[in-house]
């Protein structure tokens, strides 16, 4: 049996969907672990053992965990190629596990230093110099991914979804959070738009309880 721990609009929204196209492809099911990140649920002497690092994904696998997203990805998608998250090709694999690891270990912490500066410095006066600078880094990363979809079909990588479109559309979503209009990107949010309409999508943004563009206005 496969368990996700997973919050609401957390980056654990990447392997989530790819549990549902693995349902909607095989009827294999998966269970859910909702975890409270705002009631501190991750830093539990309990989940610190499971994860050090307090953080959702975790996949259990028969009793076994798993962490890091670009891992969790990976060994979905070699335990049920089949479901077609990540493509077949190794050239093509490649390039996209090259996405999926900027995405990962790039744009993810900018927005990290944007929603918990906290994390990066103890010294609460530089918090807003670190949100500003890092949410026009961000935004440059959102027009990159935008540049992606030049030319694009249905989804990032053509008809099928995979783990790419999940981020993509997280990261467009935390865009929303620290202030940036998903209206600057049209291209991507269009595609967004399409991506959640997908069943999978739609089904895990449902159990997260979540709208799919979250833009709110910073104060100035
Ligand atoms: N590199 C990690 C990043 C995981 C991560 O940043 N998780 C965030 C949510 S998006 C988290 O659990 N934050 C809660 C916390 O740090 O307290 C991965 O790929 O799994």
């Known amino acids: 049996m496969i ?19 693995i349902r909607a492809t095989t009827g294999a099911e998966f269970e859910p672990k909702f975890v ?3 009631k501190g649920e ?30 969790i990805c990976d060994y979905l998608d070699r335990s ?3 479901a077609g998250l990540l493509p077949a090709d190794s050239w093509e694999r490649a390039q996209a596990m090259s996405r999926l690891a900027w995405m990962n270990n790039t744009v993810h912490p900018t927005f990290t230093h944007i929603y918990m500066p906290y994390v990066f410095s103890g010294d609460e006066a530089a918090f807003d110099e670190m949100r500003r600078f890092n949410t026009e880094r961000y935004r440059g990363f959102l027009g990159r991914i ?5 030319g694009a079909d249905r989804f990032m990588l053509g008809d099928r979804l995979s783990f790419l479109d999940a981020y993509a559309l997280t990261l467009l979503r935390w865009g ?3 202030g940036i209009d998903p209206d600057d990107f049209p291209a991507y949010k269009a595609y967004v738009d399409r991506v959640a309409s997908a069943p999978p999508v739609a089904a895990a943004l449902e159990r997260e309880r979540i709208p799919v563009h979250a833009f709110r206005k910073q104060a100035a």
């Open 176 to 178: 929303g959070l620290s």
């Open 3 to 21: 368990q996700l721990h997973f919050a609401a609009g957390a980056c654990s929204f990447v392997p989530h969907v790819g549990l549902e196209v």
């Open 146 to 150: 935008q540049g992606w979809l030049d």
């Open 42 to 71: 991750q830093k539990t002497p309990e989940y610190l053992a499971m994860n050090p690092d307090g953080q959702v994904p975790v996949l259990v696998v028969d009793g076994k965990v798993l962490t890091q997203i670009v891992a």
């Open 80 to 82: 049920t190629p089949q």
């Open 36 to 38: 409270k990140l705002h």
